[in-house]
């Protein structure tokens, strides 16, 4: 039984979790959620929130009928509780103070994504770190609405920043991880009124070449494709724009040339055996990433890309047929409602 299917028999409530927007709090809750700031400043806090900001897009793209898709993304829950050791927690104490409201407005979304008749797509981040209590609140936030979703890097972060990040340390959490979400984070696909929506796996700034293949296949059923992914992909613009908000440190775009990533840390130093620590070694883009990328221009059917990571809105366009969105991150209060005609 996987993570969602728990959820479902047991009910939120049992596993501590609150979907403000979707039902009644519990007034109890079997598992302590060790909150780290006080629960009654936050509750005072939210009812002084600005509500949520649903910036619209409207994409032509050949649907059969119209529809509507809630873009959200960056989420950042954060919870620990007595299941998670010390050091968790602790962590879920300091990183919370920065992303305190992701919860509220993720329900906010959900809530209005009921009321619009909107589905609802996550492209990654959904929570902050890999813990029993955060699954637990992203099994139960998928079970309340249409989801279809892309992983974030965070998915598979254990302690943030601890350790390199790569395919062989997502394996100690890959299938607790999938358990939580409603479907395959490597590579999935989802056809709705004739469009062909297909999410694909970039925590790490690559594709693999198996992506591609599977790519292809997609591109063979003659629709027109949406792709879901987390990192936004490179175009000269969005790497200048990205530049200019790091101070030249790194881009945080999946697919940038090696001319580019070879200059980012300037002035940075770490000490040998950390040299993963570096943006210019965690962002290289390896040959499969820039040949896939290269041949996705290419194709005619892509129509749109949703991405988060960088946590501000923003347009850009990727290829003749195709517009990049990026969505601001969920903490901040702001989401995108896309309509596809």
């Known amino acids: 039984m996987d993570r969602r299917d728990f959820i479902k028999v047991s009910g939120a409530a049992a596993a501590g979790i609150a979907l403000t927007g979707c039902g009644p709090r519990p007034e109890k809750t079997a598992v302590p959620v060790l909150t780290p700031t006080d629960p009654s400043r936050i509750a005072r806090d939210i009812e002084a929130l600005p509500p949520l900001y649903v910036k619209e897009i409207h994409v032509r ?5 119209p529809f509507g898709v809630l873009h959200v993304s960056d989420t950042h829950i954060v919870r620990a509780d007595d299941r998670d050791d010390e050091r968790k927690i602790a962590l879920a104490s300091h990183r919370v103070r920065s992303m305190t409201y992701g919860e509220h407005y993720l329900d906010e ?6 009321d619009k008749g909107l589905y609802m797509m996550h492209t990654g981040d959904l ?14 936030h998928m079970l309340a609405a249409d989801w279809f979703v892309c992983a974030g890097n965070h998915e598979y972060s254990k302690y943030v920043g601890e350790a390199k990040e790569d395919e062989a340390y997502k394996e100690s959490s890959r299938e607790a991880v999938q358990g939580a979400y409603p479907n395959n984070l490597f590579f999935a696909s989802r056809i709705i009124n004739g469009v062909n929506f297909v999410a694909l ?3 790490y700034y690559n594709f693999t070449e198996r992506q591609h ?7 063979k059923k003659g629709l027109p494709v949406v792709m879901l992914c987390h990192v936004p992909l ?4 969005a790497l200048a724009d990205e530049l200019s908000f790091t101070n030249g440190n790194c881009g945080y775009l999946t697919g940038v040339p090696e001319e580019f990533t070879s200059k980012y840390d300037p002035g940075v130093t770490y000490p040998a055996g950390q040299e993963w620590r570096y943006r210019k070694v965690q962002q290289h883009s390896d040959e499969p990433t820039l040949e896939f990328l290269a041949w996705l221009k290419e194709q005619p059917q892509l129509k749109a890309i949703l991405c988060g990571h960088c946590h501000r809105f923003y347009e850009e366009r990727f290829s003749p047929t195709a517009m990049l969105y990026a969505v601001d991150a969920t903490y901040h209060g702001g989401v995108q409602a896309v309509y596809f005609e």
Request: with cysteine.
């Open 61 to 65: 793209v050949g649907a059969s009928e």
């Open 109 to 114: 979304a959900i809530r209005y994504a009921r």
């Open 234 to 237: 490179y175009t000269p613009q």
């Open 213 to 219: 293949a599977l790519m292809e296949e997609e591109m």
């Open 201 to 203: 796996d970039d925590v």
């Open 127 to 140: 929570y902050d770190f890999v813990s029993e209590a955060n699954l637990d609140s992203c099994a139960a």
